[in-house]
């Protein structure tokens, strides 16, 4: 005995997909997009990849630390060839990042407390930690 179900779409089953004539097919990468997981919590993953990332607390140097960077800031000409490592507050945390800067000074300016490089970083003197010439 057969249930009158089985014959309810016997019309259409074996008919070709319908193709529009309006539409341009969507991508397979994009169809399979639409099943893949969603994230509910947009920005989640965001929020937690700021909590792993790590800074670094500044380090203070004493007088004769700063003396010789003083020092050594002094007899910058510009042209001239270094490596300077200086402290970079993070913008959303306490803390920040050492980074260092290699390349030829353009300016060393007293009045301002800057270094300026050729290649545009301009480095507080205050957040030196060292100077290594070339």
Known sequence: MQNHNDHRYDDIIRLDRPVSSRYAPMPRQSRAAQFSPFAALTGYDDAIAETERLTTPRIELDDSQRALISDKLSRLRRGDLVSITYFVYDEYKS????????????????????????????????????????
Do not use: F, N, R, W
């Open 95 to 134: 803390g920040g990042a050492y980074v260092t800067a290699t390349g030829p000074v353009k300016t060393v300016d007293p009045v301002t407390h800057t270094v300026t490089m050729q290649s545009g970083a301009v480095i507080p003197m205050e957040d030196i930690l060292t100077v290594e010439t070339q």
